[in-house]
Structures are given as C-alpha cells and as structure tokens.
C-alpha cells in the first residue's frame, strides 16, 4: 500500500523520504549467493518439516542466538516465520492473547483462523511493554467473562517499537504463563538485530510452553528467500505433529535449493557473522540518529533497543497539529506528513491501535546497504552522524522534514 | 510415509521396486540452474501475487498449452499448487462436491478449511470419470438434504487414475456448472504430461467459473523448487483478492530467485520444450509398459492418458487372493505386495476410495531421470519394451513381480 504510493510519487519524479516500509537493504553475502548456485539442480521435495541437517543447525544456532538452555524442541522449517505464525495459530485452538500495538499481519492471521483475540493495549508510559501483572490481571478477568486464553504472541525486539524485553520481565512473564498453562508465541525474528545487549528468548526461562519463531529476513537481509524455522517445545508433540500435517498439505516444504543455500547460515561461519554484526551496527547508528531528532523535537521516546524502527507519540504536539495542519488523528498525521513534507510513515492504525493515538511508525531503512556496509568497514566518517548524512542522506534529510513539519506546528 | 518405509528396507539392503511414490525422476533443465545461479542476489520481496513479468508470460503460456481462448484471467503464483488449492478452499465458502477416487491432499486440507464434503464415488465402469448428468444429480440432491454445493474439483489428467476427459465430456460438466453456478477448482498440474493427445481445459468451455491451477513439478520435474500457478476468472474479483491477502498473512511470495529462475519455463523455449516432450514421451512408455503388464494379467484397465500413474482394480482376483494370501482389502493387498513381492504401491485407502476395493496406484518413475533421458535422445533401443527394460530395470523387474504374485493367486 505505502510502497506503491511512494512507488508512484518517486516515478512522478517527487522526492520521497520512505520511513514507511521495513526490509532490510543489505545485500545478500557472497557465500549464500555461491551456495544457491551450486544447489540449482536439486529438484527433489524436502520432509515437510525440513531438510534434517539445517533443522539440525538452525536448532543448535537459534538456541545460541537466542540463548535457550533447553534441547527440547522440534525444529520446523516453513516459507517465512510468518507462515509458521500462521500454522501455529492454525495449530492450537484456543482464543489468542494479543499485545498491541503490535506487527500488522498477526490480527489478519486470526480473521483467517476464526481465533476469538483478547486485545492487551500497551501505552508509552510502559514503554508498549507486556508485564507479568498485566498478563495475569487480563487472563483472570478475561476467563471470567467466559473466554479461553491458551496462546500468547510476544514480539521482541518489536515492531513497530523498537523496544525489547529486559530478562527480568521476561522471567516475570513466564512465571504466569506457566501458571496459567498459556503457550507463548515468541517472534523473535529481531534477535539479531539486537543493540549493544545480547538477545535472550523467553524460552530461556519457560523452553516448555514457548514456541520460538525466526528466519533470515532480518540480520541477513534474505527476506525475498522466505524460509522462517521454528523451535516446538517437545512438551507439545501434538503441536508440532499438527505443524508438520499442515505443511504437508499445503505447501509441503520449503523450496529445495533455498533450504541447501542456508545452511552457511546456520554455522556460525566467521564472514558471515562479521557481515551481520556490521549489518546491525548499522541500522543501530541510522535508528539512533532519527531518535535524536525525535528528542530535537521533544518527544518523550526511549532509546532503540533492535530492529529498524521508531513508535513515537505526537501527542505532545495535538493542539498545534490540530490549529496548523487540522489534524486530529494518526491517519490525517501520516497522510499530512506525506504530503507537506515527503515523508512516508504508517498510522498508528496499522498496528491496532487507536487512531487517535498520534503515533506514527518511522522505518530507518530507506539507504543503500551495500554503500552502507563498504563505508561502514573502511571507517570513512567522522561521527555517526556524519555517517548517517553521508550515506544515508534520505534518512538525514527525512528528519530534517520531521522537524519542519512539527516546528512549524508548534509556533 | 511409504517413503520411508521403502528407504528403511533399502538401508537394510533389501531390493524394493518403488511404484509407491509420485515424482517425477527428470534432472533440472540447464538453462533453468543457470538461470537460479544469476538470480541469488535477489533478496527483495516481491508482490504477494508474484513478480508482474512471471504472472504475465505464466498466463500466456498456460492459455496456449491448456486451450483456454479466454484472457479474462488474473494470475497467482503460490509455493505449488497445493497451496494454491488450499487458499482456494479458503476463499470460497460452502460445499464441497468431490469425485473419488482423488489426489491425496484434498480431503485433509477439508479439514483445515473444516468445510463440508459431498463425496461422489466414481469407479472403472466409467473409468473413474464424472459426467454431467451425475454431477448435476448429486447437486440436486444434495441440495435437497440442505447441502450447499458451491465448488466442485476435478482432476485431469489424473492422479491416481491416468485417465482425462475428452472435449465433449468437459463441455458437458462445463454446462452443469455453469447452470448451477458452481465453482470449478480444475487441478491441471499434469496437463503437460498428457499422453499424444494435446490437454485442454474446461476453462476452454467454462471461463467465466473456472480456477485453474497447475505448476512445474510434473512436466519440468521441480517439485522441490515450490511453484505453482492459479489463474482466477475475472468474474470473480473477490477470490483473487482473497487469494492475495491469503498469501500476504500466510507465506508473503514465493521466494524471489525462484520466481525469477522460472521465468524461461514460460517462454516457450525451444530447447525447454523439447525436453518437456521427451519426458512426456518417456512417462508414455514405462506407463504404458506397465499396462500391458496389466493386460496380460487380464486386469480390465483402460489405456493411460497421462502422468505417472495406473490405478488397476484386482477385484477379478478377490477369491484367489483371499485364498493364496488372506487378502479381502486394499490395505491389505498392498502390504502383501511389499512384504512377499518387494514391490511398494498405494491402496486404494489413500485416495478416498473405499477399503474394501482391490485397488493399488501402481507409479512408474522407479528409474534414473538423465540416463533415460540421454539413452532416449540417443535412441540406443529397439522396441519400447526394450527401452524400459534396459533404461528402467527396476520398473521392469517389479512387473514381473505383479504378475508372479498375481499369476499365484490365480492358480
């Protein structure tokens, strides 16, 4: 939707800073290039579930990457984790337990499914952040009101926040999951793009009742390939038994020579972890730099915590919006910011939440990976914000239109 | 399944002829493993309704080689064409009416969609054909008990039967559907697989309500690489745009480098062409082999038209069976195939049909892809019979097996 509109503006040959759209511009590295090429002639269908060897490396990388104890789970292979999100939600019956503000596709999925959702609204003051209470508090009251919470979905480092969970609120978390017998689905497809501290899964403390997602999308910029992996607590067979029937009948396995191409992936081969280490550094320094300008701007927004993106709450700005642009909600913001000022963003409506909510997501992703990644290597820039101006000069001149745009709001 | 059954007794050292399973045994074409190699630098998302230049030459190519006159058809491309069947399901409500035997993975994706089935049981008196007349009395009739029939699949040429429907008999089915308005999901998939008759499709007759799917997995032997094909009349907008926020919640697009790999597949290539006949021509010949194996059991089995599979009925065996072996069922007949005669099939379980029928698909691609391929260019063999029984040993050594088990029975 904003990718063809922005499409169409650029062809007009309108300048446009696109904040709107999330992947990841880094080219894909060299070795999993070679590697597809010399899997070209495998035409032979997979196990549903997945070539044995990558399900037997991704489980061992993942639970690294992720940093879950346990060795008790089945790995599933699926065309993207957002496929396997789907299957799961398929899998287990059940009504759903929903934080929002939250990634687009999850409420889709259940108008498919015919899951009934019980919404959680998270607000700034916690940071859009699930706490133990919360959970608790909204599982009692929700089953007295006749409901059947069983499955939880948490996304981490999320989208659209850029916020993460700290171990202490993880522990929390799983401490009343575990009570109250809920399953948790845990998107972790940002793991790797975690800022400056490690990732650590939930299934760190509850490996029983979590079922961990992920893919390649997002640390390797392979999200055209589509192959998402899923970890299945051995404590829920029949899960993954459901999981692995689905597949079969659907699109019974992923695509052969992509499955073969990955396996480097999954190795922690040197160059390859370098290039993600670099790659994350990156969208860290670019993430960083638009949140600078939100504080230029006085927006009450704590630091990015992983991924590419920003969630901030305009709210501060309402009179003036409202006197200057005659905007009262997320959607007129979106659409003004567009039109006066060339940046595209998404309401705060894409992620379920309330229109009148001022928020906006602001992506960090709109430069050139692999000039990105050479400058980046070299070293060629004096400060990260220099970096940032020289090359990602859409991104810079994107805030410098944000600023304008609400400056002149707040005169 | 019969798979891995079949693979446990090889690791033991045992000699299985394998007509137990269905893919076909060709090796990629080069041109296409080139094309994959100049491709793995792909890694951006494409549209959830496939790259424009695919799904325009896709549509071309599929009206030319299944007779469709009709543009009026938008293009989905989807990982296989079960996938494509199944988002179908999804998108249509009602019931629905189902010829059996049939294909494996209809009935279980019925039960994902948890939609309601109208059985119509087809045997070899009408070599396992619908026909107008019968569909429309099913119809009425189930209408009358309060069914409500909206879509209907049919499968040709078949699997497990090898049969097809001539022009007239589609031409028939075609009207019947259209007076009932009733959706067909027409599964092409072996259209170009079909036997020295050219394939048309019932959308030749019926475009306005006809779904037709196909892939490369038969006729190009890329089953592993994912693709599939669905083109959606126009005349039903809702269902095309159901189909592409389907695939935008669930797998997104098919992966990129093999959508752009696959492009060649569509464009008539001389050389590609050439090699899909011969294949074809190939499939003809070990069927055919396989039928006169058939013949001279005096099994009652018409001539295959196409695919890999015969699906013979050893009803006229019933007495002898049950006396030599203790075989009254499917199930049981084809365990006892394996066990005393190494030869693996299906029953007729697996298909929908009933138990109690002595019927097996027997598959015939137990033999080495590019050697048949080069010894058939080569032209290095008398007689067909000669070619299978040089170039497909196994697939001749397990039809001396059938008819030793058989002719045992007999006596």
Redesign the interface.
Known sequence: MINEQVGKYRAQGKTVYHMGFG?SPF??HPI???A??GY???????PSAGLTELRTKAKQYIRKKHDIVSDEFETMIG??S??LI?DVQ?AVDGDLLFPAPSWV?YI??TM?TRDNVIHIRLGPEQQYKLNGERLERTILESRAEGANPTKLILNYPNNPTGMTYTPIELEEIAEVARKHHILVISDEIYAQVAFRRPHRSIAHYYPEGTIVTTGLSKHL???????GVALVPQRHPRVFEVLR??A???????????QY?VLTAFEENEEIEKYIDQCTEIHDIVTRYVWHTLRTLEVDYAEPQGGFYLYPDFGSYGEGLKKTYGVERSTQLAHELLNRSSLASLPATAFGDDDDNLRLRLSTVDFDGLTALIRYRDGEFDTEEDFVERVCPRVAAGCRALESFFQEAAR
Chains 1, 2 share one sequence.
């Open positions: 992947e080219p894909v999993i290039q070679q597809i090429a070209s002639g495998k035409n032979q269908y997979l065309p993207g957002k496929e789907f398929l596709s889709p999925q498919i910029s392979l999200g055209g390939f589509r192959l029937s689905i079969s009948e659907t699109f019974s396995a992923v695509s052969t020579p992509i191409s």
